[in-house]
Protein backbone atom coordinates (compact mmCIF):
# COMPACT_ATOMS: atom_id res chain seq x y z
CA UNK A 1 0.00 0.00 0.00
CA UNK A 2 1.11 3.42 -1.09
CA UNK A 3 -0.15 6.69 0.37
CA UNK A 4 0.55 9.81 -2.10
CA UNK A 5 0.24 13.57 -1.14
CA UNK A 6 1.06 15.73 -3.90
CA UNK A 7 2.14 19.95 -2.91
CA UNK A 8 3.43 22.82 -4.73
CA UNK A 9 0.59 23.39 -7.00
CA UNK A 10 -0.83 27.30 -7.27
CA UNK A 11 -0.89 30.28 -9.39
CA UNK A 12 1.52 31.15 -11.52
CA UNK A 13 1.76 33.53 -14.55
CA UNK A 14 2.57 32.86 -17.95
CA UNK A 15 6.07 31.92 -18.39
CA UNK A 16 6.90 31.19 -14.87
CA UNK A 17 7.95 27.51 -13.39
CA UNK A 18 6.59 25.39 -10.77
CA UNK A 19 7.48 22.29 -8.81
CA UNK A 20 5.25 19.90 -7.61
CA UNK A 21 6.18 17.56 -4.90
CA UNK A 22 4.49 13.91 -4.13
CA UNK A 23 5.76 12.29 -0.94
CA UNK A 24 4.72 8.52 -0.42
CA UNK A 25 3.91 6.62 2.58
CA UNK A 26 5.54 2.95 2.77
CA UNK A 27 8.94 1.11 2.93
CA UNK A 28 8.28 0.34 -0.88
CA UNK A 29 8.59 2.88 -2.79
CA UNK A 30 11.70 2.22 -4.11
CA UNK A 31 9.63 -0.84 -6.35
CA UNK A 32 6.93 1.87 -8.11
CA UNK A 33 6.98 3.90 -11.41
CA UNK A 34 6.09 6.90 -10.10
CA UNK A 35 3.86 9.08 -12.87
CA UNK A 36 2.48 12.06 -13.15
CA UNK A 37 -0.91 12.99 -15.03
CA UNK A 38 -3.39 16.20 -15.28
CA UNK A 39 -6.99 16.34 -15.64
CA UNK A 40 -9.04 18.95 -17.33
CA UNK A 41 -12.64 19.15 -16.06
CA UNK A 42 -15.06 16.49 -17.80
CA UNK A 43 -12.02 14.64 -18.98
CA UNK A 44 -9.99 11.71 -18.28
CA UNK A 45 -6.38 11.81 -16.66
CA UNK A 46 -3.49 12.10 -18.78
CA UNK A 47 -0.13 11.14 -18.57
CA UNK A 48 2.27 13.91 -18.39
CA UNK A 49 5.65 12.06 -17.35
CA UNK A 50 6.80 8.84 -15.56
CA UNK A 51 10.16 7.65 -13.48
CA UNK A 52 11.14 4.30 -12.97
CA UNK A 53 11.88 2.52 -9.90
CA UNK A 54 15.22 3.86 -9.46
CA UNK A 55 14.88 6.94 -11.42
CA UNK A 56 17.10 6.04 -14.37
CA UNK A 57 14.79 6.08 -17.14
CA UNK A 58 11.94 8.52 -17.65
CA UNK A 59 9.52 9.03 -19.31
CA UNK A 60 7.74 11.67 -21.32
CA UNK A 61 5.14 13.11 -23.82
CA UNK A 62 6.48 14.54 -26.47
CA UNK A 63 4.97 17.90 -26.64
CA UNK A 64 5.88 18.79 -22.50
CA UNK A 65 9.33 17.20 -23.22
CA UNK A 66 10.72 20.47 -23.15
CA UNK A 67 9.34 22.16 -20.61
CA UNK A 68 8.88 19.25 -17.78
CA UNK A 69 11.63 17.49 -16.01
CA UNK A 70 10.41 14.35 -13.72
CA UNK A 71 12.60 13.41 -10.77
CA UNK A 72 12.68 10.96 -7.99
CA UNK A 73 14.74 10.58 -4.14
CA UNK A 74 13.87 7.19 -3.24
CA UNK A 75 15.96 7.92 0.11
CA UNK A 76 13.56 11.21 0.80
CA UNK A 77 10.68 9.21 -0.58
CA UNK A 78 9.38 11.55 -3.26
CA UNK A 79 9.19 12.26 -6.58
CA UNK A 80 9.09 15.69 -8.24
CA UNK A 81 7.35 17.63 -11.17
CA UNK A 82 9.55 20.82 -12.40
CA UNK A 83 7.74 22.66 -15.10
CA UNK A 84 8.93 25.70 -16.85
CA UNK A 85 7.60 28.08 -19.27
CA UNK A 86 4.38 27.60 -18.14
CA UNK A 87 1.14 28.54 -19.87
CA UNK A 88 -2.44 29.50 -19.51
CA UNK A 89 -3.48 25.93 -21.48
CA UNK A 90 -1.54 23.98 -18.38
CA UNK A 91 -3.76 25.17 -16.21
CA UNK A 92 -5.46 22.17 -14.40
CA UNK A 93 -5.10 19.80 -11.64
CA UNK A 94 -2.05 17.12 -11.54
CA UNK A 95 -1.98 14.03 -9.81
CA UNK A 96 1.24 12.06 -8.60
CA UNK A 97 0.77 8.12 -8.66
CA UNK A 98 2.31 5.06 -8.49
CA UNK A 99 2.55 1.52 -10.38
CA UNK A 100 3.70 -1.96 -9.61
CA UNK A 101 4.31 -1.95 -13.27
CA UNK A 102 7.77 -1.76 -15.26
CA UNK A 103 6.19 1.74 -17.17
CA UNK A 104 2.27 3.09 -17.60
CA UNK A 105 0.48 5.37 -19.77
CA UNK A 106 -2.76 4.74 -18.43
CA UNK A 107 -4.85 6.42 -15.94
CA UNK A 108 -5.83 2.49 -15.95
CA UNK A 109 -2.19 1.26 -15.59
CA UNK A 110 -1.83 2.83 -12.18
CA UNK A 111 -2.90 1.68 -8.18
CA UNK A 112 -2.17 4.59 -6.42
CA UNK A 113 -3.11 8.07 -6.85
CA UNK A 114 -3.02 11.38 -4.57
CA UNK A 115 -5.67 13.75 -4.32
CA UNK A 116 -4.54 16.27 -6.88
CA UNK A 117 -3.00 19.83 -6.59
CA UNK A 118 -4.10 22.81 -8.97
CA UNK A 119 -1.87 24.87 -11.31
CA UNK A 120 -3.44 28.20 -12.68
CA UNK A 121 -1.20 30.07 -15.05
CA UNK A 122 -2.96 33.26 -15.92
CA UNK A 123 -1.65 35.03 -18.73
Known amino acids: QVQLVESGGGLVQAGGSLRLSCAAS????????MGWFRQAPGKGREFVTA????????YYVDSWKVRFTVAKDNAKIKVYLKMNSLKPEDTTVYYC????????????????WGQGTQITVSS
Open 26 to 33: GRTFSSYT
Open 51 to 58: ISRCGGKT
Open 97 to 112: AATFYTIGYSELDYQY
